[in-house]
């Protein structure tokens, strides 16, 4: 499956945009889907991530509830919907496809969008 990640952009402190992944190829619905985050000079970073049938979402503690992840498989679409944003939020955003919400968790992923820069700036 072929990921395309889009909706980043400068945002204000405390903004709240959407982030959007796009599938093609391969069945949709099959893959359990995930986002993740990298920031500048940091290591790749885990942040939710939701069952084939969307009714599994599962985050990084680390979020508090900030983040919010949803799926329309009618679509071939993947969201994740960010809250209270702040500076230290800005790096780039990947969605990613597993077989399962566990392994994407882990970090096991069979495919991965290019990603979408976010910028957490007044």
């Known amino acids: 499956v072929q990921l395309q990640a889009s909706g980043g952009g400068l945002v204000q402190p405390g903004g709240s945009p959407r982030l959007s992944c796009t599938a093609s190829?391969?069945?949709?619905?099959?893959?359990?889907l995930g986002w993740f985050r990298q920031a500048p000079g940091k290591e790749r970073e885990f942040l939710a991530t939701?069952?084939?049938?969307?009714?599994?979402?599962d985050y990084a503690d680390s979020l508090k509830g900030r983040f919010t992840i949803s799926r329309d498989n009618a679509k071939n679409t993947v969201y994740l919907q960010m809250n209270s944003l702040k500076p230290e939020d800005t790096a780039v955003y990947y969605c990613?496809?597993?077989?399962?919400?566990?392994?994407?968790?882990?970090?096991?992923?069979?495919?991965w969008g290019q990603g979408t820069l976010v910028t957490v700036s007044s």
């Open positions: 990613a496809a597993g077989d399962s919400p566990s392994l994407i968790r882990i970090g096991v992923i069979r495919s």
């Open positions: 939701i069952s084939w049938s969307g009714n599994v979402p």
């Open positions: 190829g391969r069945t949709f619905s099959d893959y359990a």
